[in-house]
């Protein structure tokens, strides 16, 4: 009699649990009109486009720093670096808002502590109706001073919270009253010194 063959026993492979995707870092938005208004007050280090060469070509938001596909990249430009301060405020576009939302991603993941806004894109910016521009991209506020306080903070210390401002231009307000205490006993002093002298 031919013996037959003993079953053996497979193991069932286990399914590992898939694992769950970090949550994105919560990113204020900017409407076009706030944009515009931030612009005008000079209120951001840097503005980030990071679209393609031939849509910036295209035409850009005012005072921006191309960036090429900022947020298909894995690491970030060396002229950037001096935008990690927490006292920097940083704005990124692209055309809709998505790219922008990848480029943040990655600033977050590198290390930045500044505020940082997704300022949708182009497509928001010329509905709300204003143009674009084709100037040259500028450098970064935070690029030109390393200390990361920015060049122009002294006129917008409100955005800078880091800063200390200083009261050297400020006059004290007791500076007058002192100065008169002083200067008016000597005046009369002075006075009444002449008037003995002509009457001798």
């Known amino acids: ?20 995707p970090p949550t994105p870092t919560p990113v204020a938005t900017l409407s076009p009109e706030d944009f515009y208004e931030g612009i005008m007050s000079n209120s951001f280090d840097a ?18 720093t191309f960036v ?3 947020g298909s990249q894995t690491s970030i430009p060396e002229e950037l670096m001096a935008c990690k301060g927490v006292c920097n405020t940083i704005v990124v576009y692209c055309a809709s808002g998505a790219r922008a939302g990848l480029a943040i991603n990655l600033l977050l993941e590198k290390g930045f502590q500044g505020t940082i806004y997704n300022g949708l894109g182009v497509s928001n910016w010329m509905d709300a109706g204003y143009d ?7 450098a970064t506020v935070c690029q030109d001073n390393n200390n990361n306080l920015g060049a122009q903070a ?6 800078f919270p880091c800063r200390q401002e200083s009261n050297d ?32």
């Open 68 to 70: 090429n596909n900022l």
């Open 154 to 159: 002294t006129t917008r210390s409100e955005n």
């Open 132 to 138: 674009l521009v084709t100037t040259p991209s500028v």
């Open 1 to 20: 009699p031919t013996k037959e063959p003993s079953e053996v026993s497979t193991p069932i492979p286990t399914k590992k649990p898939s694992e769950t």
């Open 47 to 64: 503005i980030l486009d990071v679209r393609t060469q031939g849509e910036w070509n295209a035409g850009h938001i005012p005072n921006a």
């Open 169 to 200: 231009d400020e006059t004290d307000p007791t500076s007058d009253s002192v100065t008169a205490s002083f200067m008016y006993p000597v005046f009369f002093t002075v006075c009444w010194t002449t008037v003995l002298f002509l009457l001798l």
